[in-house]
């Protein structure tokens, strides 16, 4: 795992939070799938979804919550609800 990779869906989390917020929206549910999707190389051979993960728990702040986890709690369906 390099940094650049996590920094790299660390700055996609939080585009998506902000446009959310420039929006108005008062919370955002990101799933690990589309946060990845949107970075790229998913789905694919060399997905980095345990990165992508990893980065989506780091970017949690008190009052966030996990909707979903999968059973590895490192997967393509890892929902989280960060509230702006």
Not at 28 to 36: A, G, T
Not at 39 to 58: D, F, L
Not at 65 to 77: F, H, M, N, W
Request: charge should be positive.
């Amino acid at each position: 795992m390099t940094n650049t990779q996590t920094e790299t869906f660390m700055e996609e989390i939080l585009r998506q939070k902000v446009e959310a917020k420039r929006k108005g929206a008062k919370f955002i549910d990101l799933v690990s799938r589309e946060v990845h999707m949107a970075v790229g190389g998913y789905p694919g051979q060399n997905h980095r979804m345990p990165i992508c993960c990893s980065a989506m728990y780091s970017m949690m702040s008190d009052g966030d919550q996990v909707l979903e986890t999968p059973p590895s709690g490192k997967g393509a369906y890892l929902t989280i609800r960060y509230f702006l």
